[in-house]
């Protein structure tokens, strides 16, 4: 940009470049190559295995975790230390190889550059790797090339472009040779400028390398990539919170633990015991494997439904974000043109289906049921087309080549039963004229009989004016314009078709001559057709209170058009264009980010504002996209999205989840999926934390009033690991609530335990503490146990309190007589399971003598089991006010539980 060669002419560019139109020398190209570099992307990279390894044992929890170890170390403890240690590396490895294996299903390398072209060198033309490409060598290109680096126009035949993994213009592109005029002009509206990474459809062009590799747009976007922070995905964010106050609640408690036995005379060795023993029951030591389970489970779950997560902690991010921000071409559209409406002189036709399939009927919108015009305009679109379509009997797709528009309409022709191939073997074509922008049409003639019919097709006010009828009526002009000007406005790209009598010579000369007198068939109006699933997902997506922008490099009506008709916005709705953008200060920016929905005609640097503008606004974002443009703003999302099919590897490098698919749709599968696993993580820290705080307030209540220490800490980790451990990989399984996707999302500030669990977790704690503490009172002063069987059986209501109070965690507010579980009979399996690995440890000997437990008669089972049901009794009580609260407020949410129920 900073040369603007769009502004330059052809001579001005060759000077500035130093080359000319013979190209350069081979000793000139080597030294060029030698200064400017290879034309090639620097790879991404690579995260080594130990870097990723590594980052495993990261965070303030695990950190507490490895102190604890050391200490117990120190102490001599080592089944604690032992203990610890396997929960670390257990840890380490699950998250390492889900990590590793999601890193290799994903295409990582760039290869939108890699590919040969002809060039000028030394007076011939040659074939070379475009990664010797340097600026000024003189490149030829034709239909189906890839770019290799940016050029200048020089020379041109009727040259089309793919834009659409650059610019997001979903329609192919004319190009010229003519100068711009503004050096500010965004790449989308550079018309003598071909990029990187973009694709000849129509035509053949010779230009003249004006910059190469990272210097190129494609170049730019990955340079910005570099320098783009990564947003953090929002479980990282609130389990980064949570972590920090559990160690900081860890070393507060040790220390009061310590103080409070030392004021009452304990000996001082015997208080630090007690606080290793605090820190060992206020660290949810299960936690880092619990979560990393419920990710991993939801990882698999959403792979199934073509959702494929690259980082762990992203898994439950789609599910927490309440902004979408996507691009159209190719994520809610289908980037295949498809032929939408056809009008004829008597009447209006709508044509359905999408993209290239062929499936499809015609409507009558306005006129007459039978319409023979249409067919007459078909035959001539298929006759004036350069385009191949053949179906696969295999699959039953249409395999294509050629210009788009000239697909679609043999596309459209099909629909109808006609055939080009058939077409032209009845009426041989016996000469064409191409189409050039100069020209603004295309013909083909054919032989009918004893006559040359002259097909045309081509820009609508330029067949109008060669126009003299309308077949076998007169032609109204302004009828014909206001059609025009009707089907522009929907965001519709119109051509015009027309034949007539053409002169017998014609196949002999060298550039036919188009007849004088045309008799107008009519309009056919097409587009980049929306996914038919794409209506469906956005309204899924605002059921679920996540707004959804649209910010598209396309045009305005276009993109206005798609979001009307898709739900994005409705009827009269206003678009902001990257030139509005361009003209805003932040603050003007801000206001408009709050208020609009669609973005129209913007540049890859506008989507980034865009998406940081909403995160400073205190939203979630997850960004989609498909393209090179899209890769800056997908890497600064909370969660990045691109499509794995059409995605291009740039835009996959920079997002953490891709589609397999390309399916809109399935980014609603991610949200309920991740929804889910947000839930289940919720579910699976109340489970730990609560019972962790229960038995914090169990030590602390002994302390207060005297007593022995109600459990060991090689008990408590047993109870915390080897019976809890299995629960949460239960847990973690949960199906899901009912009516998940109906709810709106969480406050992007919201913590893992808000005012309602914080309210439960108390109450919860309190009862476990009070239930252990006067339990081990009474077996102490008043059954007269001695301290081993007054553990030993503390350590077993600990055991069934864990397990009954799995069935209140499956849903914050349904209450537990209303999940079966049968629901989830993995849950049901890990309670059972977990009870039975205590059993067999009371009546094992090294585990009876490692814990220090042994087997109790079948009354203590009975009486244990019913001191444990405290827990069910108090939750299900804390149910029934929220839903009694909740029925008095008219709460949408707070009423879950009656649905539940009823």
Same mark, same amino acid.
């Given at each position: 940009?900073?040369?603007?060669?769009?502004?330059?002419?052809?001579?001005?560019?060759?000077?500035?470049?130093?080359?000319?139109?013979?190209?350069?020398?081979?000793?000139?190209?080597?030294?060029?190559?030698?200064?400017?570099?290879?034309?090639?992307?620097?790879?991404?990279?690579?995260?080594?295995?130990?870097?990723?390894?590594?980052?495993?044992?990261?965070?303030?929890?695990?950190?507490?975790?490895?102190?604890?170890?050391?200490?117990?170390?120190?102490?001599?403890?080592?089944?604690?230390?032992?203990?610890?240690?396997?929960?670390?590396?257990?840890?380490?490895?699950?998250?390492?190889?889900?990590?590793?294996?999601?890193?290799?299903?994903?295409?990582?390398?760039?290869?939108?550059?890699?590919?040969?072209?002809?060039?000028?060198?030394?007076?011939?033309?040659?074939?070379?790797?475009?990664?010797?490409?340097?600026?000024?060598?003189?490149?030829?290109?034709?239909?189906?090339?890839?770019?290799? /680096?940016?050029?200048?126009?020089?020379?041109?035949?009727?040259?089309?472009?793919?834009?659409?993994?650059?610019?997001?213009? %979903?329609?192919?592109?004319?190009?010229?040779?003519?100068?711009? %005029?503004?050096?500010?002009?965004?790449?989308?509206?550079?018309?003598?400028?071909?990029?990187?990474?973009?694709?000849?459809?129509?035509?053949?062009?010779?230009?003249?390398?004006?910059?190469?590799?990272?210097?190129?747009?494609?170049?730019?976007?990955?340079?910005?990539?570099?320098?783009?922070?990564?947003?953090?995905?929002?479980?990282?964010?609130?389990?980064?919170?949570?972590?920090?106050?559990?160690?900081?609640?860890?070393?507060?408690?040790?220390?009061?633990?310590?103080?409070?036995?030392? =004021?009452?005379?304990?000996?001082?060795?015997?208080?630090?015991?007690?606080?290793?023993?605090?820190?060992?029951?206020?660290?949810?030591?299960?936690?880092?494997?619990?979560?990393?389970?419920?990710?991993?489970?939801?990882?698999?779950?959403?792979?199934?439904?073509?959702?494929?997560?690259?980082?762990?902690? @992203?898994?439950?991010?789609?599910?927490?974000?309440?902004?979408?921000?996507?691009?159209?071409?190719?994520?809610?559209?289908?980037?295949?043109?498809?032929?939408?409406?056809?009008?004829?002189?008597?009447?209006?036709?709508?044509?359905?289906?999408?993209?290239?399939?062929?499936?499809?009927?015609?409507?009558?919108?306005?006129?007459?049921?039978?319409?023979?015009?249409?067919?007459?305009?078909?035959?001539?679109?298929?006759?004036?087309?350069?385009?191949?379509? @053949?179906?696969?009997?295999?699959?039953?797709? /249409?395999?294509?080549?050629?210009?788009?528009?000239?697909?679609?309409?043999?596309?459209?022709?099909?629909?109808?039963?006609?055939?080009?191939?058939?077409?032209?073997?009845?009426?041989?074509?016996?000469?064409?004229?191409?189409?050039?922008?100069?020209?603004?049409?295309?013909?083909?003639?054919?032989?009918?009989?004893?006559?040359?019919?002259?097909?045309?097709?081509?820009?609508?006010?330029?067949?109008?004016?060669?126009?003299?009828?309308?077949?076998?009526?007169?032609?109204?002009?302004?009828?014909?314009?206001?059609?025009?000007?009707?089907?522009? =406005?929907?965001?519709?790209?119109?051509?015009?078709?027309?034949?007539?009598?053409?002169?017998?010579?014609?196949?002999?000369?060298?550039?036919?001559?188009?007849?004088?007198?045309?008799?107008?068939?009519?309009?056919?109006?097409?587009?980049?057709?929306?996914?038919?699933?794409?209506?469906?997902?956005?309204?899924?997506?605002?059921?679920?209170?996540?707004?959804?922008?649209?910010?598209?490099?396309?045009?305005?009506?276009?993109?206005?058009?798609?979001?009307?008709?898709?739900?994005?916005?409705?009827?009269?709705?206003?678009?902001?264009?990257?030139?509005?953008?361009?003209?805003?200060?932040?603050?003007?920016?801000?206001?408009?980010?709050?208020?609009?929905?669609?973005?129209?005609?913007?540049?890859?640097?506008?989507?980034?504002?865009?998406?940081?503008?909403?995160?400073?606004?205190?939203?979630?974002?997850?960004?989609?996209?498909?393209?090179?443009?899209?890769?800056?703003?997908?890497?600064?999302?909370?969660?990045?999205?691109?499509?794995?099919?059409?995605?291009?590897?740039?835009?996959?490098?920079?997002?953490?989840?891709?589609?397999?698919?390309?399916?809109?749709?399935?980014?609603?599968?991610?949200?309920?999926?991740?929804?889910?696993?947000?839930?289940?993580?919720?579910?699976?820290?109340?489970?730990?934390?609560?019972?962790?705080?229960?038995?914090?307030?169990?030590?602390?209540?002994?302390?207060?009033?005297?007593?022995?220490?109600?459990?060991?800490?090689?008990?408590?980790?047993?109870?915390?690991?080897?019976?809890?451990?299995?629960?949460?990989?239960?847990? @973690?399984?949960?199906?899901?609530?009912?009516?998940?996707?109906?709810?709106?999302?969480?406050?992007?500030?919201?913590?893992?335990?808000?005012?309602?669990?914080?309210?439960?977790?108390?109450?919860?704690?309190?009862?476990?503490?009070?239930?252990?503490?006067?339990?081990?009172?009474?077996?102490?002063?008043?059954?007269?146990?001695?301290?081993?069987?007054?553990?030993?059986?503390?350590?077993?209501?600990?055991?069934?309190?864990?397990?009954?109070?799995?069935?209140?965690?499956?849903?914050?507010?349904?209450?537990?007589?209303?999940?079966?579980?049968?629901?989830?009979?993995?849950?049901?399996?890990? /309670?059972?399971?977990?009870?039975?690995?205590?059993?067999?440890?009371?009546?094992?000997?090294?585990?009876?003598?490692?814990?220090?437990?042994?087997?109790?008669?079948?009354?203590?089972?009975?009486?244990?089991?019913?001191?444990?049901? %405290?827990?069910?009794?108090?939750?299900?009580?804390?149910?029934?006010?929220?839903?009694?609260?909740?029925?008095?407020?008219?709460?949408?949410?707070?009423?879950?539980?009656?649905?539940?129920?009823?």
């Amino acid at each position: 940009m900073a040369n603007a060669f769009h502004t330059l002419t052809v001579a001005e560019t060759l000077t500035k470049l130093e080359s000319s139109l013979d190209g350069l020398s081979d000793a000139d190209a080597a030294a060029r190559l030698t200064r400017d570099g290879r034309n090639v992307l620097p790879p991404p990279k690579r995260t080594s295995w130990l870097v990723i390894l590594a980052r495993q044992f990261a965070g303030p929890l695990i950190a507490v975790l490895i102190a604890a170890a050391v200490v117990s170390v120190v102490l001599r403890e080592y089944g604690d230390a032992g203990f610890i240690a396997v929960v670390l590396v257990f840890n380490a490895l699950l998250g390492f190889f889900q990590e590793v294996k999601a890193e290799r299903e994903i295409i990582r390398l760039f290869t939108l550059m890699r590919t040969t072209v002809r060039v000028e060198r030394d007076d011939e033309l040659r074939e070379i790797d475009a990664a010797e490409l340097v600026c000024g060598d003189i490149v030829w290109l034709e239909s189906g090339a890839r770019v290799p /680096a940016d050029i200048r126009v020089v020379q041109e035949r009727d040259v089309n472009v793919d834009e659409s993994a650059l610019t997001g213009e %979903s329609l192919s592109v004319s190009k010229t040779t003519a100068p711009g %005029s503004d050096p500010k002009a965004i790449p989308a509206e550079q018309h003598n400028m071909l990029f990187a990474g973009t694709s000849i459809t129509r035509g053949r062009a010779v230009g003249v390398v004006t910059a190469t590799a990272t210097n190129t747009e494609l170049g730019e976007v990955a340079r910005e990539l570099e320098s783009t922070l990564r947003g953090k995905p929002p479980l990282v964010t609130r389990i980064e919170k949570l972590s920090k106050q559990v160690a900081i609640g860890t070393v507060g408690g040790c220390l009061l633990v310590f103080g409070v036995g030392v =004021a009452r005379g304990f000996p001082v060795a015997e208080t630090f015991l007690m606080g290793v023993a605090l820190a060992v029951a206020a660290i949810p030591e299960g936690l880092p494997v619990a979560i990393t389970l419920a990710l991993a489970v939801g990882l698999k779950r959403m792979a199934s439904r073509k959702v494929l997560v690259r980082r762990l902690e @992203a898994v439950e991010g789609l599910g927490s974000c309440t902004v979408i921000c996507t691009d159209k071409t190719g994520t809610l559209t289908m980037n295949e043109l498809t032929v939408n409406r056809i009008a004829t002189p008597r009447g209006l036709h709508e044509v359905t289906g999408a993209g290239y399939s062929l499936s499809g009927e015609f409507r009558v919108l306005e006129g007459k049921q039978e319409d023979p015009g249409l067919d007459s305009v078909l035959e001539s679109a298929c006759f004036a087309n350069e385009a191949t379509l @053949a179906r696969d009997e295999q699959t039953g797709k /249409a395999q294509v080549s050629g210009d788009p528009t000239d697909i679609a309409l043999l596309v459209a022709g099909r629909k109808r039963g006609l055939k080009r191939e058939k077409l032209i073997e009845h009426h041989p074509e016996v000469a064409t004229l191409p189409f050039e922008s100069e020209r603004q049409f295309a013909a083909s003639f054919n032989q009918q009989e004893d006559t040359v019919v002259a097909h045309l097709k081509g820009a609508p006010e330029r067949i109008l004016a060669m126009c003299t009828d309308a077949g076998d009526a007169p032609l109204d002009v302004e009828n014909v314009r206001r059609q025009i000007a009707e089907l522009s =406005a929907g965001g519709l790209r119109v051509l015009a078709i027309a034949r007539g009598v053409a002169s017998s010579d014609v196949a002999h000369s060298s550039v036919p001559v188009v007849p004088e007198k045309l008799s107008y068939l009519g309009l056919i109006a097409m587009r980049d057709a929306p996914r038919l699933e794409a209506q469906t997902a956005i309204r899924a997506c605002h059921d679920a209170s996540i707004r959804v922008i649209v910010a598209t490099g396309d045009h305005a009506l276009t993109a206005v058009a798609v979001a009307i008709e898709l739900g994005v916005v409705e009827e009269g709705a206003n678009s902001i264009t990257g030139q509005d953008i361009e003209a805003m200060s932040d603050e003007e920016f801000h206001q408009v980010v709050r208020d609009t929905n669609v973005f129209a005609r913007v540049t890859p640097s506008h989507k980034l504002r865009l998406v940081n503008a909403l995160k400073e606004q205190g939203e979630l974002v997850a960004m989609t996209g498909d393209g090179a443009n899209d890769a800056g703003a997908l890497k600064a999302a909370n969660i990045g999205v691109a499509m794995g099919l059409r995605g291009t590897d740039v835009a996959k490098e920079a997002a953490r989840v891709v589609i397999t698919d390309d399916n809109f749709a399935s980014i609603v599968a991610g949200i309920e999926e991740g929804r889910i696993v947000h839930e289940n993580v919720r579910n699976v820290v109340a489970l730990l934390v609560m019972t962790g705080l229960g038995e914090v307030f169990a030590i602390l209540f002994a302390i207060v009033i005297g007593l022995p220490m109600p459990l060991t800490a090689v008990q408590l980790l047993w109870a915390n690991l080897a019976t809890e451990g299995l629960q949460v990989v239960g847990l @973690a399984l949960e199906p899901g609530s009912p009516g998940i996707l109906k709810r709106p999302p969480r406050p992007p500030d919201e913590r893992i335990f808000n005012r309602m669990m914080i309210v439960r977790t108390i109450l919860v704690s309190v009862v476990i503490g009070v239930s252990i503490t006067s339990t081990h009172w009474y077996l102490l002063e008043v059954a007269n146990f001695n301290v081993f069987a007054a553990s030993n059986m503390v350590l077993l209501l600990l055991v069934l309190i864990e397990n009954i109070h799995i069935g209140n965690c499956r849903n914050e507010r349904r209450s537990g007589f209303a999940n079966s579980p049968l629901r989830n009979p993995w849950l049901l399996g890990a /309670a059972v399971t977990a009870q039975g690995v205590h059993l067999l440890a009371m009546n094992w000997g090294p585990t009876q003598r490692l814990l220090g437990i042994e087997p109790v008669s079948v009354g203590s089972w009975l009486a244990m089991f019913a001191i444990s049901l %405290s827990v069910l009794v108090v939750v299900e009580l804390h149910k029934l006010w929220l839903w009694w609260r909740g029925r008095e407020t008219g709460s949408r949410e707070q009423t879950s539980l009656l649905h539940a129920v009823n």
